[in-house]
T-cell receptor, first 118, second 112 residues
Framework: GAVVSQHPSWVICKSGTSVKIECRSLDFQATTMFWYRQFPKQSLMLMATSNEGSKATYEQGVEKDKFLINHASLTLSTLTVTSAHPEDSSFYIC??????????????FGPGTRLTVL | AQSVTQLDSHVSVSEGTPVLLRCNYS??????LFWYVQHPNKGLQLLLKYTSAATLVKGINGFEAEFKKSETSFHLTKPSAHMSDAAEYFC??????????FGAGTRLFVKA
């Protein structure tokens, strides 16, 4: 099946710094990529939807200046957490849609990135 | 509007016994339904999906699910649990053109 990678798998940073997380679709061109946030023992919360070459669509309550999303190519999307604070600590998961061999609306998920802000 | 409800926050079974994880959905349109499994600190892996073809869907690792429109259900089953099945399971729905909505998750515990 289609493979989506994320880098880094975990990151620890100081409060006030910015962190970039990469999401890549390795063997297909992703028409759409999604960014989710998952708190411990909770479900996935969609943060934003991004299409290559256009601005991301953010969900209500998600600060677009805080969580910068860039989707520069059909295989790469990045999420930058700007001026990170301890409350931004979470598990961030990306997914990608658009594999022509997959069914409609089928997303392929990355392995996730654990962000810890000290 | 679309939504999914996972009826159990956690399920505990003994190894070798059947597994039933329940999911009910609400949708104004014909839905695509998915079950995903998540192991600790990992991403989601697709177990199976329903996309308006056969109502009984077989997935990986011996899991299957049946789409029942009359009951608006898409329960996940497995005849015999294995220790490696212990994980978090998410039911999800998408009605074409809208975002995928995930259920709250069901934690499956498997006792030796």
């Amino acid at each position: 099946g289609a493979v989506v990678s994320q880098h880094p798998s975990w990151v620890i940073c100081k409060s006030g710094t910015s962190v970039k997380i990469e999401c890549r679709s390795l063997d297909f061109q992703a028409t759409t990529m999604f960014w989710y946030r998952q708190f411990p023992k909770q479900s996935l919360m969609l943060m934003a939807t991004s299409n290559e070459g256009s601005k991301a669509t953010y969900e209500q309550g998600v600060e677009k200046d805080k969580f910068l999303i860039n989707h520069a190519s059909l295989t790469l999307s990045t999420l930058t957490v700007t001026s990170a604070h301890p409350e931004d600590s979470s598990f961030y998961i990306c997914s990608a849609e658009g594999d022509p061999l997959a069914g409609p609306n089928e997303q392929f998920f990355g392995p996730g990135t654990r962000l810890t802000v000290l | 509007a679309q939504s999914v409800t996972q009826l159990d926050s956690h399920v505990s079974v003994s190894e070798g016994t059947p597994v039933l994880l329940r999911c009910n959905y609400s949708s104004s349109y014909s839905p695509s339904l998915f079950w995903y499994v998540q192991h600790p600190n990992k991403g989601l892996q697709l177990l199976l999906k329903y996309t308006s073809a056969a109502t009984l869907v077989k997935g990986i690792n011996g899991f299957e699910a049946e789409f029942k429109k009359s009951e608006t259900s898409f329960h996940l089953t497995k005849p015999s649990a294995h220790m490696s099945d212990a994980a978090e399971y998410f039911c999800a729905i998408n009605t074409g053109g809208f975002k995928t909505i995930f259920g709250a998750g069901t934690r499956l515990f498997v006792k030796a």
